[in-house]
């Protein structure tokens, strides 16, 4: 087909007439090309190299590969129990470089937890080298659009992000950083894809996903997926589910809002959305009719909550700490932020064991304790004589820190003062039924704590020295003082053991027979002495063996051996086995009038169950740095302190308390008799203010105390506080919880016998009336 030139014309007059249009535009569409190649090309690359050099300080440093892989974190010190469970943390509070904090490896991550997190925070995560383009892409699109599709951040940057803003001490900020906060930002942004990169080409992608967890905050003072997954679940990284996951997961874009336990509401969606998306990626969930079942679960915390007044072992881990602080200042490190492992003796079963059986029967004593008093209209506060303690509240008001505060605020001889001492507060206390919110004044709280009973319990395998249970009270948040080791009181009738342990040291037998008539002490300068039995007579006359004597608690026939063997020589004997406080040597000694602890009696009971081998107790086993090194390893002193034949003609004269008739120990549980030694010895000093049981196994011993904070605070009568009665029970509820649980390893069994020496047969019951003493150990037979 043919074309007329006229329509030639036409068409080319008009082409010329569109370009003469377009014309301008063209030059500066290849301007502007031209540019942004330039930029692409040469300008970004010579942008990011200036921020890797620093340029002329306009950038600010960038994290070495060392710091990426050894970041400026820092890591609490974690407590471990001889079974391996976690017991605590000491830190420091930081909110930016964390503070409680642990590293974990990748092994120790469950699959559950890395497939929830790669598929809910970086699905391409396995596809990309640390920066996601199609995601950068979707984003600005959305951005665009107005319609927001999430973000565009993988892993490797989030890492980047976390590792940038916890190193606020280097120098990181250059001087465009001063223009404002979006140069500022944009800088920041930049280094982070330099460091994600850096991070895909230095290590693999399961040591980005552990130092990811390890680097990011799940509120508050919980950081890394350890101490969250402890916080939140009780559990270890490895052991959580798909469920327990998807809330730690989802917790990461907002930890406040959407932590579980302070808005469930909000963690519970959050965790629907991302079981969905994990759902919709084809793992585990697999139905859509599965997802719906699952996503009606609810969430099942197991909260725990990081601090000193929470968990197990409170008190313990104080004194602890204490002692902890002292060997990292000798050794210039910082126990808050060093990441030790400090690996300790006390077994986490027994331990709770011991802080149920304190709990049960110390509810039931108070509850005991104050009907007793209410029923005689009086308070619990009196003297040697019964009468009350006049003015107690005004004295010990004295003594408190509100006292001292207000008196720094409004002088001591203040009205205000004593307005302010009466004023009634809101406050919440603590009961035997839980919290409870109250209006007290700070008499009234004054009031209401110095009357309850108190307790101190310690377990100790004599063999090894190990401390198994620490318990230094019922509630470590309300009542601070640990009656372990900081608290002495008197011990009563439980230091008869180390006047009737110098007596077999002495060649005499268990055997050996006095009557029960109170000695006569002459004392420099004062009246003669007289011990009085529990009775409150002098004696009954009987003629009984030493070993029934101790059994029955007889106080005069104590006495006798006190006077035969000298009180110099006791004190030294005390000593020997591991007693280490000042004891007067004194007749009344013998009777328990010089305060000692509750972990020096344990230790110097064990010294009689491990054959005369006094092994110092101990709570460390051995501390380890961040990397695994052990940098201590902790080992007892140890000592032969008496020969094993006194030792063990010891150990048979504590059986006697379970085993004499009217023995302080007879009435125990049966079950703990069946195949099983046991020794025992009870304690209770004058007007019952403080109550002792000291039982020991072949491969346990363990020392019970109770009492008042204040040694006026006790008992009305002898006959409800005597030892038997307020701590015999929780060391008897202690053990049968213990037996009743093969894995906590502690089985029944029988003492450890001589080697030679001594006839291991001593049968009180078969030997003949007239038997004398002192006797060679050879003559102990049936």
């Not at 009780?234 to 730690?248: G, H, I, M, T, Y």
């Not at 029988?750 to 291991?760: A, L």
Request: glycine share 8%.
């Amino acid at each position: 087909m043919s074309t007329s030139p006229s329509s030639t014309g036409t068409i080319k007059s008009k082409i010329n007439k569109l370009l003469a249009v377009r014309k301008p535009w063209i030059p500066k569409a290849i301007k502007y090309s031209s540019w942004a190649f330039l930029f692409f090309v040469i300008g970004f690359p010579l942008y990011i190299l200036s921020i890797k050099i620093d340029l002329f300080g306009l950038y600010g440093g960038m994290p070495s590969l060392a710091e990426i892989e050894n970041p400026d974190n820092d890591l609490s010190s974690e407590i471990l129990s001889a079974d391996g469970v976690s017991l605590g943390r000491y830190f420091r509070y930081n909110h930016l470089k964390g503070g409680n904090r642990s590293q974990i490896h990748f092994k120790d991550l469950s699959e559950d937890l890395v497939r929830t997190l790669v598929i809910s925070e970086d699905h391409r995560f396995y596809d990309h080298s640390g920066l996601d383009f199609p995601a950068y892409i979707r984003v600005l699109k959305g951005m665009l659009t107005f319609s927001p599709a999430g973000g565009g951040s993988t892993l490797s940057q989030q890492l980047a992000k976390n590792l940038y803003t916890m190193n606020p001490n280097k120098s990181l900020d250059g001087s465009l950083s001063k223009l404002g906060k979006y140069p500022r930002r944009f800088i920041q942004k930049t280094k982070e894809w330099i460091i994600a990169i850096d991070l895909e080409e230095n290590f693999t992608k399961e040591e980005i996903i552990a130092m990811y967890l390890n680097t990011t905050s799940f509120s508050g003072n919980i950081f890394g997926i350890k101490i969250a997954s402890e916080t939140f679940f009780k559990k270890s990284p490895d052991s959580l589910n798909l469920q327990e996951s998807a809330v730690l997961v989802g917790m990461l874009q907002a930890p406040s809002f959407f932590n579980p336990k302070r808005n469930p509401q909000n963690s519970l969606r959050k965790r629907n959305e991302v079981l969905f998306k994990v759902y919709r990626h084809g793992y585990k969930i697999g139905t859509p009719e599965k997802y719906d079942s699952i996503k009606t679960l609810p969430i099942e915390l197991n909260y725990t909550d990081q601090n000193q007044n929470e968990g197990l072992a409170t008190y313990f881990r104080t004194v602890l700490g204490n002692y902890l602080i002292r060997y990292c200042n000798d050794k210039g490190i910082d126990l808050y932020n060093s990441g030790l492992k400090i690996y300790t003796t006390i077994d986490s079963r027994l331990q709770k064991y011991a802080e149920e059986a304190m709990n049960e029967h110390m509810s039931v004593l108070q509850k005991l304790f104050n009907n007793e008093w209410k029923r005689r209209n009086r308070n619990p506060w009196v003297d040697e004589y019964g009468l009350e303690i006049k003015d107690f509240l005004n004295k010990r008001i004295k003594q408190s820190d509100a006292y001292k505060a207000y008196v720094e605020k409004y002088g001591e001889n203040s009205d205000s003062l004593k307005i302010m001492l009466k004023l009634k507060k809101p406050m919440t206390i603590f009961t035997w039924g839980g919290e409870r919110d109250t209006l007290f004044s700070s008499f009234d709280s004054l009031n209401y704590y110095k009357r309850f009973l108190q307790s101190g319990l310690m377990s100790m395998d004599p063999n090894t020295g190990h401390i198994k249970a620490w318990v230094g009270g019922f509630n470590h948040k309300y009542f601070k003082f640990d009656h372990v080791r900081q608290g002495k009181r008197q011990p009563g009738s439980t230091f008869k053991a180390f006047v009737y342990g110098l007596a077999m040291e002495n060649k005499y037998s268990p055997c050996y027979k006095l009557k029960d008539i109170s000695p006569q002490f002459t004392i420099p300068n004062q009246p003669p002495w007289y011990p009085f039995n529990a009775d409150g007579t002098k004696g009954s006359g009987k003629e009984m063996t030493i070993r029934k004597a101790m059994a029955q608690s007889i106080n005069s026939i104590t006495a006798q051996m006190m006077q035969t063997l000298g009180e110099e020589n006791v004190v030294d004997f005390a000593h020997r086995v591991g007693i280490e406080s000042k004891l007067d040597a004194v007749p009344s000694l013998c009777l328990g009038t010089s305060d000692v602890s509750l972990f020096e009696l344990v230790g110097a009971y064990s010294t009689f169950v491990n054959g005369g081998i006094n092994t110092e107790p101990f709570f460390i086993t051995h501390i380890e740095d961040k990397n695994g090194n052990v940098i201590e390893n902790f080992v007892p002193k140890t000592k032969q302190a008496i020969d094993e034949q006194t030792a063990y003609k010891m150990v048979y004269m504590l059986k006697g308390g379970v085993e004499e008739q009217g023995g302080s120990s007879v009435g125990l549980n049966r079950e703990l008799k069946i195949d099983n030694e046991i020794g025992g010895k009870t304690g209770t000093t004058n007007d019952a203010s403080d109550g002792w049981y000291m039982g020991v196994t072949h491969n346990l011993v363990t020392g019970v105390w109770v009492g008042g904070d204040e040694r006026g605070v006790h008992f009305p009568s002898w006959d409800f506080g005597q030892g038997g009665k307020t701590a015999r029970p929780i060391w008897e509820k202690y053990m049968l919880k213990v037996y009743a649980d093969p894995k906590a390893g502690i089985a029944k069994g029988y003492f450890k016998r001589p080697t030679s020496g001594v006839d291991v047969s001593i049968e009180c019951a078969k030997r003949s009336d007239s038997e004398e003493a002192p006797v060679e150990e050879d003559d102990i037979k049936n």
